[in-house]
Nanobody
């Protein structure tokens, strides 16, 4: 049984930083697609950052508003996926979800690509 568990959420002020982590059981982040998504009440879930590993060919993908502020990474030995978020703004306030899919995804930031999801963690940025 695949389980993804996020941690690291919380409340920060504008300009602050947070680091989200996603620990997987029953699943390996060593290959495939993995990403971070977020959702606010009444809005659709959207892709924030994703990493795709196609047999060693690795690419990272970011939503335009997150480029330069967010960094996605993974630790294969610990089997974790992380999202470093810097220069946070109130517009980043949302529930953040970790997601994964094997063996391939065509559009790594698309919600519909993913079949494994965590429960999410809340990130709140105050002005």
């Amino acid at each position: 049984q695949v389980q993804l568990v996020e941690s690291g959420g919380g409340s920060v002020e504008t300009g602050g930083s947070l680091r989200l982590s996603c620990a997987a059981s029953g699943y390996s982040f060593s290959i495939g697609c993995m990403g971070w998504f977020r959702q606010t009440p009444g809005q659709e879930r959207e892709g924030v950052a994703a990493l795709r590993d196609l047999r060693g060919v690795i690419s990272t993908h970011y939503a335009d508003s997150e480029k330069g502020r967010f960094t996605i990474s993974r630790d294969i030995t610990k089997n974790t996926l992380s999202l470093q978020m810097n220069d946070l703004i109130p517009g980043d306030t949302a529930r953040y979800y970790c997601a994964a899919r094997r063996p391939y995804c065509a559009t790594p930031l698309s919600v519909w690509e993913y079949n494994y999801w965590g429960q999410g963690v809340q990130v709140t940025v105050s002005s």
